[in-house]
């Protein structure tokens, strides 16, 4: 996760007042790969999208996913009790993760999901109803339960060391050795 703090400067980059336990403490984190998703549902109002790395499969049977939310997030507070999209982002979505992230690029292109709204040409989606909220520090964990979902081929994004990277699809491993 990426706290607000960062969110309008380049990704993951720290800003000179950033105290220097909390510059170390995110560059340690930032040495856990992840994958990048944007999280997508309708508020009272409005719609939102969040751009997150924080995304986590929780449980098969019920099958449930996990984000945490920064609680300075315009998104938070709304996400509470509501059905939500987890969008995963493939390797060209990059623009669409800084869109959502504080950097507005080209309006995104949406899907009209049967339980919540979610974006199109997306690597893979998992549509939740809510399931529980529990407390999470400066963050909310939010945990839903996945009612739909589905997934294309493709590379993936990935975010790493504060930058972007993709994972191919496939590579070549040991089995070459055999
Ligand atoms: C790669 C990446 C991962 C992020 N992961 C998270 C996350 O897991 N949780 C979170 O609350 N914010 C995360 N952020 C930051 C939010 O996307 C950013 O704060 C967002 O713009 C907040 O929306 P708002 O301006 O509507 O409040 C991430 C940003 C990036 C670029």
């Known amino acids: 996760m990426i706290a607000k703090s960062s969110h309008n400067a380049e990704p993951g980059a720290v800003g000179r007042t950033t105290r220097p336990?909390?510059?170390?403490?995110?560059?340690?984190?930032g040495r856990f790969a992840t994958g990048?998703?944007?999280?997508t549902f309708d508020g009272a109002t409005k719609r939102h999208g969040i751009t997150v790395n924080s995304f986590t499969s929780v449980s098969m049977e019920p099958p449930l996913v996990l984000v945490s939310i920064a609680r300075s997030t315009k998104a938070h507070d709304?996400?509470?009790?509501r059905p939500f999209s987890v969008n995963i982002l493939g390797a060209e979505q990059k623009q669409l993760a800084l869109h959502f992230a504080g950097r507005p690029g080209p309006d995104p292109v949406w899907v009209e999901g049967a339980t919540a709204p979610r974006l199109s040409h997306v690597l893979a989606y998992f549509e939740c109803t809510p399931w529980a909220a529990y407390d999470g520090g400066d963050h909310t964990l939010?945990?839903?339960?996945?009612?739909?979902?589905n997934y294309r081929n493709g590379d993936a994004l990935a975010f790493a060391n504060s930058s972007?990277?993709?994972?191919?699809?496939?590579?070549?491993?040991?089995?070459?050795l055999l």
């Open 21 to 29: 336990r909390e510059h170390h403490f995110r560059g340690s984190l």
């Open 36 to 39: 990048v998703a944007i999280v």
């Open 78 to 81: 709304e996400l509470a009790g």
């Open 142 to 149: 939010y945990v839903g339960e996945v009612v739909d979902f």
């Open 164 to 176: 972007f990277t993709t994972i191919p699809e496939s590579q070549l491993g040991m089995e070459e």
